[in-house]
């Protein structure tokens, strides 16, 4: 799978330089990008708006007492 492979890479690559810590993930977000040539954007979009749509969700039902 090419995000799993990208995600491989950034981790060697990370590791490589000595990042860590706060400065980890930026870093593994860019560098994916980068590998997946902006495809890894599209699919953190997609399931950023399908977590704010299930979040939703659950606020009507926790309003409404459910």
Do not use: C, H, W
């Amino acid at each position: 799978d090419e995000m799993e492979a990208a995600i491989e890479r950034a981790l060697r690559s990370a590791a490589s330089a000595g990042i860590g810590g706060k400065a980890l993930t930026p870093y593994l977000l860019a560098r994916v990008g980068e590998f997946t040539a902006g495809r890894s954007l599209t699919v953190n979009i997609a399931l950023l708006e399908q977590n704010a749509r299930i979040a939703a969700r659950i606020a009507v039902a926790l309003s409404e007492g459910e």
